[in-house]
């Protein structure tokens, strides 16, 4: 059974940083590119970065460019996400979500339970 | 950026009953939309990608239509597990995804 689980999450202070991270089982991580997507109470998700299967290219939302890194190592089964100079409006629950590829397309499946990440003073 | 509006925000129904949920693009994603389903403090899960193609596991009760801008999910019977929050999500251009659908009872 494919399974994704994130930690890391936790209160930060606006201006910090943060480092999450995913643990893939159930299927072949290093043949599948991942995704992060994060979601607010309420409203609906917003994708923010993926990587790669091999890790050799990334690409990020708007909003977090320049300030958020996602990396991966294939040989732990381990996505990272490290967010920096952190802002309220990052507060959100943070999923990471596999690329499953068909129909010449790129969906998110499955995703994990997610990690809370919360920025206040 | 591709902005996906859904309607209605609540859909109030009863079980044994028939949902049908609306998903709206600002421009056209052609057929590559799909529909994922989130029940509180669960993870979100894909029950429809490039429109109509039901992902593994997925009933036959849920179903999807549309292409170009407009895109519906059919709940052709309604089960008590089914009433949850639904999202729609494009990937033509980007990735993003709609407001959300909440079918209540």
């Known amino acids: 059974q494919m399974q994704l689980v994130e930690s890391g999450g936790g209160v930060v202070q606006p201006g910090r940083s943060l480092g999450l991270s995913c643990v893939a089982s159930?299927?072949?991580?290093?043949?599948?590119?991942m995704h992060w997507v994060r979601q607010t109470p309420g409203k609906g998700p917003e994708w923010v970065a993926v990587?790669?299967?091999?890790?050799?290219?990334?690409d990020f939302a708007d909003s977090v460019k320049g300030r958020i890194t996602i990396s991966r190592d294939n040989s732990k089964n381990t996505l990272s996400l490290q967010l920096n100079s952190l802002k309220t409006e990052d507060t959100a629950i943070y999923y990471c979500?596999?690329?499953?590829?068909?129909?010449?397309?790129?969906?998110?499946?499955?995703w994990g339970r997610g990690t809370l990440v919360t920025v206040s003073s | 950026e591709i902005v996906l509006t859904q309607s209605p925000a609540t859909l109030s129904l009863s079980p044994g009953e028939r949902a049908t949920l609306s998903c709206r693009a600002s421009?056209?994603?052609?057929?590559?939309l799909a529909w994922y389903q989130q029940k509180p403090g669960q993870a979100p899960r894909l029950l429809i990608y490039?429109?109509?193609n039901r992902a593994t596991g997925i009933p036959a009760r849920f179903s999807g239509s549309g292409s170009g801008t407009d895109f519906t999910l059919t709940i052709s019977s309604l089960e008590p597990e089914d009433f949850a929050v639904y999202f729609c999500q494009q990937r033509n251009t980007g990735w993003t995804f709609g407001q959300g659908t909440r079918v209540d009872i």
């Open positions: 159930g299927f072949t991580f290093s043949g599948y590119a």
């Open positions: 990587i790669s299967s091999d890790g050799s290219f990334t």
């Open positions: 421009q056209s994603v052609s057929t590559y």
């Open positions: 979500a596999r690329a499953f590829f068909s129909s010449n397309s790129y969906w998110f499946d499955p």
């Open positions: 490039a429109a109509s």
